[in-house]
Each structure stands twice: as C-alpha cells, then as structure tokens.
Nanobody, 120 residues
Framework: QVQLVESGGGLVQPGGSLRLSCAASGSIFSIYRMAWYRQAPGKQREWVAATTSGGGRNYADSVEGRFTISRDYAKNTVHLQMDSLKPEDTAIYYC??????????????WGQGTQVTVSS
C-alpha cells in the first residue's frame, strides 16, 4: 500500500535543466533506498541514480556530474536535479523505493513515470 507520486517532467532544450520529485506515502515504517530509473523508446529500463538511508549516492556513468539525487527524510521524498541535459536523456523516468512497512513487511514500489523530453 505504498504509493509513489512523481512530478517535474517536461520538455526542455539541450543544456537545460529539470528537477524531478517523487513522494512516497502510505504505511511506511522506514525507507532503505530511493532511486531513479529511466526507459527510452525502444530501449530497456536502466538505473540512473540511487541514495540510501546512510546518505550514500551513486550514479550511472551516463549521468555522473550532471545529475544530483537528494532525499528529504522528513517528507519521504527524493529529487533528481538534472542539469546539462542531452537529447540522449529523453525517457520516461521512474522512481523506485524500497523499505519496510508499518506491518513489518518489506516493500519495493514504483512510481507511474514522468516524461522527460530533451529536444531543440
């Protein structure tokens, strides 16, 4: 019963910026990991960035130095700041959250996806 709501996608020109947000709600006891994935047309879904409760951050080589993932612990929200966007970044971006529910059962939830289009 953990739900993720994503926002912030849109159309931008190459070199532009976007900030994606993902808010988790429901019967959440704790969150272990929050991450972003993306899927371009005709391609497989790929991992983009992740952050854990310990504060660690990891990025795919394709976005290293351009994207920044951050987590708001109080709001159970994760953001993805995307700078210096390239046409190759065009994809549907999905939020993923893993954690423990109040019932003690673990969960692995996905957002509905938000479209990011980089084009001139």
């Amino acid at each position: 019963q953990v739900q993720l709501v994503e926002s912030g996608g849109g159309l931008v020109q190459p070199g532009g910026s976007l900030r994606l947000s993902c808010a988790a709600s429901g019967s959440i006891f704790s969150i272990y990991r929050m991450a972003w994935y993306r899927q371009a047309p005709g391609k497989q879904r790929e991992w983009v960035a992740a952050t854990t409760s310990g504060g660690g951050r990891n990025y795919a080589d394709s976005v290293e130095g351009r994207f920044t993932i951050s987590r708001d612990y109080a709001k159970n929200t994760v953001h993805l700041q995307m700078d210096s966007l390239k046409p190759e970044d065009t994809a549907i971006y999905y939020c993923n959250v893993r954690g423990r529910g109040t019932s003690a059962a673990q969960f692995d939830s996905w957002g509905q996806g938000t479209q990011v289009t980089v084009s001139s």
